[in-house]
């Protein structure tokens, strides 16, 4: 099957992004983690949120977890994902640190996902607000992501679903860029959140 131009673009431009953030020390990333926990617990997004679906980072992705414990403490129900074999996501309740497995997915990265209970791929559809990994966010607020299609698959559910709930795509500030290469089945976020403030669409 023939590439699109946008699809090679894409590639493109992910090559580019992850080769920056492949380049980002130790600290950067942890600074960049807690900032990003203290500008998401002030968010109108999160505010009244009883709901969220999120995610475990990994590698040199904007760090979640300071923002998972806060949220958690704050008595927000949060859902992390689990990958299925068909790359799709599953969900399960994110109960502590303490109970997140390493998984590993062939051809994947090694992932941390939630022990406890499977919920199903539609309990996405619960969270009031969804926390979206992404490499960057235009000013349209089109979101790339790893090209691996699993948001795809859940934002398709949640717009197919009687589901209204906000879209937040968590990056590092130098991610957010004027036009991304974009295709039918991309879907916009409503706001992208980075170290260094929030920018809404």
Do not use: C
Not at 189 to 195: E, K, N, Y
């Amino acid at each position: 099957m023939a590439l699109t131009e946008a699809t090679r673009l894409k590639r493109a431009v992910r090559r580019d992004l992850l080769a920056v953030r492949a380049a980002l020390a130790d600290d950067e990333v942890a600074q960049a983690a807690e900032a990003l926990a203290a500008g998401a617990l002030g968010l109108t997004e999160l505010a009244d949120a009883g709901t969220v679906a999120a995610y475990v980072s990994v590698g040199r992705e904007p760090g979640t977890r300071p923002l998972l414990n806060a949220l958690r403490e704050r008595g927000v129900r949060v859902l992390l994902p689990v990958l299925l074999p068909d790359n799709d996501l599953d969900w399960a309740e994110f109960d502590g640190p303490g109970r997140l497995v390493e998984a590993e997915h062939a051809g994947r990265v090694r992932l941390f996902e939630p022990a406890g209970r499977r919920l199903g791929r539609a309990a996405v559809t619960w969270a009031d607000t969804i926390l979206l990994p992404g490499l960057a966010v235009d000013a349209h607020g089109v979101r790339m992501g790893r090209g691996g299609g699993s948001y795809d698959r859940v934002l398709a559910r949640v717009e197919g679903s009687e589901a209204d709930p906000a879209l937040v795509a968590l990056v590092y500030g130098h991610e957010m860029v004027d036009a991304l290469p974009s295709e039918p089945h991309d879907r916009p976020v409503h706001a992208a959140l980075t170290p260094e403030g929030v920018h809404r669409f």
